[in-house]
């Protein structure tokens, strides 16, 4: 059985080639013929090492970007401030800490990641695990503080939906709805 390959098997996207000839290039911290061509060659061997297989198409969509980010930056806020208090007056619902199991319904894995990443970013909290189930994926997060671990999940699931929002898969049909406030380890972000 023999393969046959196309140039567009091959080649790298011309726009994704630019991008990364262009970062390489900042990274050197000067334009010259050597750092283009440097890079030129760079990007050549990391495609032809590391061709980019069939690749999960998603759409962007501006507005629940902006929504995921505004929420993101209210978690950020709320949690910073819960993890100094807890560092400044701790007691033993503070500094308690557990791994809870959260499924989400995302068959996407960009979108899962972005899920993890999100919960992992918030001071607090940390995706230890991440792995695909027949019916979405299946995060493992620690937890600093005694929380509900069902308001937990709920507050993941809105963390997802909100994603969705942002980054959905194309073809699937992702329920945009308003997401309640709440921050994203499950309090209302009282201390």
Same mark, same amino acid.
């Given at each position: 059985?023999t393969?046959?390959?196309?140039?567009?098997?091959?080649?790298?996207?011309a726009?994704?080639?630019?991008?990364l000839v262009a970062?390489?290039?900042?990274?050197q911290?000067?334009?010259?013929?050597?750092? #283009?061509?440097?890079?030129?060659?760079?990007v050549?061997?990391?495609?032809?090492?590391?061709?980019?297989?069939?690749?999960?198409?998603?759409?962007?969509h501006?507005?629940?970007?902006?929504?995921?980010? /505004?929420a993101?930056?209210?978690?950020?806020?709320?949690?910073s401030?819960?993890?100094?208090?807890? !560092?400044?007056?701790?007691?033993?619902?503070?500094?308690?800490?557990?791994?809870?199991?959260? =499924?989400?319904?995302?068959?996407?894995?960009l979108?899962?990641s972005l899920? /993890?990443? /999100?919960?992992?970013?918030?001071?607090g909290?940390m &995706? #230890?695990?991440?792995?695909?189930t027949? !019916? %979405?994926?299946r995060?493992?997060?620690?937890v600093?503080?005694?929380? =509900?671990?069902?308001?937990f999940?709920?507050?993941?699931? /809105?963390?997802?939906?909100?994603?969705?929002?942002a980054v959905?898969?194309?073809?699937? !049909?992702?329920?945009?709805?308003d997401v309640p406030? %709440?921050?994203? =380890?499950g309090?209302?972000?009282? &201390?």
């Open positions: 059985m393969s046959r390959l196309t140039a567009r098997a091959i080649m790298p996207s726009g994704r080639a630019a991008a970062m390489w290039v900042a990274l911290g000067e334009v010259t013929v050597g750092n #283009v061509v440097g890079g030129i060659v760079v050549g061997c990391i495609e032809a090492l590391f061709p980019m297989g069939r690749r999960a198409e998603h759409r962007f501006p507005w629940g970007a902006a929504r995921f980010a /505004a993101l930056a209210r978690d950020l806020v709320v949690s401030w819960q993890v100094a208090v807890a !560092v400044v007056r701790p007691d033993a619902d503070r500094i308690h800490t557990e791994v809870i199991s959260v =499924d989400i319904e995302t068959r996407s894995s979108v899962a899920v /993890a990443n /999100a919960i992992t970013l918030t001071p909290t &995706t #230890v695990e991440i792995e695909p027949p !019916v %979405g994926h995060l493992a997060v620690h600093l503080g005694r929380i =509900d671990p069902d308001g999940r709920d507050q993941v699931s /809105a963390l997802e939906r909100r994603v969705v929002a959905s898969p194309v073809g699937s !049909v992702q329920p945009v709805s406030p %709440g921050n994203i =380890d309090t209302e972000g009282s &201390t």
